[in-house]
């Protein structure tokens, strides 16, 4: 097994087991990214904004199907000569109706072009509604590690309060004896005042990341349990790289909106092209009975019927510079989309280069703050033996107390920032989606559903149902609190 996939496994194994001494607890990782899979916001608006886009196809199938369309009117004349000579007559009043159909033949192409554009689109929203459940789910999985290892972090500053609190009384009784100077007491006093001042400083850091953890996920952190082990995570950083140029989100979506402009250019293209449409058109008017005051000699019928069919044929021969300028400016994005789409692969494979880099360090800096804890331990209860038998000072104490808090504090930071990591070098990778994380929610969303149900939907009328509200509320949480869950990192 490669070196690399060793100190995987045992950065795995640390946090599967960091809390093997705690009772059973209530929340998992996996339940956690379910519930924000369901009800974040962010993640829910995404979804509406991919059935907005769908839309784009059937708007664009429209502008080559037939319309239909009936207009009406009535006339009622204020002045009406009658010419005998002439034989002209106008009847006071009459009502109209027209029926028109029309059928596009031959629309230069845009029709087409616009469709096929929809449809990148369509393919470039589903990348990115992946890209944003990536995304929220990097947001909860840095969330929950976040409370996991502020919580231990409170553990060890309250830890070292009361240590210290014990060191000082210690301290102020051998004074009292006049075993120790006051410089020793002074020295354990303003250890315990920056003690307590770094207590209050973790505390609101807890504070802050559960409140961070409520936005996320819509409900407080209930004994989160230990993260289970990442999947899929890569030998090499080139190997990341390869998974990533082919399925990270981000670069599909670019991809995909490269090629609908370029359709887009077609279909601007297309306005200079002749157009053929087909059409039948019948009329009636009725001349409501005001005929019968005319001269019948006239020859003035009560009522007109009309019908015709025929083909249109429309050339553009000038339209004011309207096509080119348009055909430039699609030009001109499709070059923009182009450039993104390089400037999106260069940053997906940065992001993985760094993940991987920032996995891999986390993974060292564990090992080494690992052995900085144990070393920690043993030295204090070195240097307090030490100083009962006269060869250590108290300060000796003091910061022996401080260098295990350090170490313990880097420790758990470590544990957290390699998961962290790790879960976003796979994010990066486009394998950190719902599908990829067996999540226990129910059916997963499909992105095509709506898309099947609208792509070809004829009818004028179907306008849908009501907006209405998925992701929950968190005005009813209570303001969180620095109180300590069972759970956390170990030290061990």
Request: charged share 20%; glycine share 8%.
């Amino acid at each position: 097994m490669p070196t690399m996939m060793r100190r995987a496994a045992a950065t795995v194994s640390t946090l599967a087991l960091a809390m093997t001494a705690q009772p059973a607890l209530a929340t998992t990782l996996q339940e956690a990214l379910a519930q924000a899979y369901r009800t974040n916001p962010t993640l829910n608006a995404a979804r509406a904004r991919l059935r907005a886009t769908d839309e784009g196809v059937p708007l664009a199938k429209a502008e080559g199907r037939p319309g239909v369309s009936v207009s009406g009117s009535y006339d009622q004349n204020l002045h009406r000569e009658i010419n005998t000579a002439l034989g002209t007559s106008i009847p006071l009043r009459s009502a109209s109706g027209q029926a028109t159909l029309s059928l596009p033949i031959y629309q230069g192409g845009i029709v087409r072009n616009s469709i096929r554009a929809a449809k990148e689109g369509v393919e470039a929203g589903q990348a990115e509604l992946r890209a944003t459940e990536s995304s929220v789910f990097a947001q909860v999985v840095a969330a929950y590690l976040d409370v996991i290892a502020d919580s231990a972090v409170v553990t060890f500053n309250r830890q070292n309060v009361r240590s210290l609190e014990v060191n000082l009384q210690a301290s102020t009784d051998r004074f009292n004896v006049g075993d120790l100077t006051r410089t020793d007491v002074a020295q354990s006093d303003t250890r315990l005042a920056l003690a307590r001042a770094n207590l209050e400083s973790a505390e609101a850091q807890l504070i802050s990341s559960k409140e961070r953890y409520i936005s996320l996920v819509g409900s407080e952190p209930v004994d989160l349990q230990p993260p289970p082990p990442l999947p899929g995570l890569p030998a090499t950083p080139e190997s990341a790289v390869d998974v990533a140029l082919r399925d990270n989100p981000d670069i599909l979506a670019a991809k995909n909106t490269r090629d609908a402009a370029h359709y887009q250019v077609n279909a601007a293209r297309g306005q200079i092209a002749p157009r053929i449409s087909g059409f039948v058109r019948g009329g009636y008017t009725d001349y409501l009975n005001s005929e019968k005051k005319l001269n019948p000699l006239l020859g003035v019928e009560g009522s007109a019927k009309s019908a015709s069919a025929g083909v249109q044929l429309t050339v553009p021969l000038y339209q004011g510079g309207r096509p080119g300028a348009l055909s430039r400016q699609a030009v001109a994005r499709e070059s923009q989309a182009i450039e993104q789409t390089v400037a999106t692969e260069r940053s997906v494979i940065a992001q993985t280069r760094s993940a991987y880099a920032n996995w891999q360090a986390s993974l060292l800096t564990i090992e080494s703050t690992r052995k900085a804890v144990a070393s920690g331990s043993l030295s204090l209860e070195g240097v307090q033996a030490e100083n009962k038998a006269g060869t250590r000072t108290i300060l000796d104490i003091l910061d022996s107390q401080r260098d295990l808090l350090n170490a313990q504090v880097q420790y758990v930071s470590a544990q957290r920032n390699a998961y962290v990591a790790g879960f976003s070098l796979i994010a990066a990778m486009g394998h950190a989606e719902a599908r990829d994380l067996s999540l226990d929610g129910g059916a997963l969303y499909d992105p095509n559903a709506y898309y099947k149900t609208v792509r070809n939907k004829l009818f004028d009328f179907d306008f849908g149902g009501k907006a209405t509200q998925v992701s929950t509320g968190t005005a009813s949480t209570k303001p969180q609190d620095a109180t300590i869950m069972p759970g956390g990192f170990g030290t061990q």
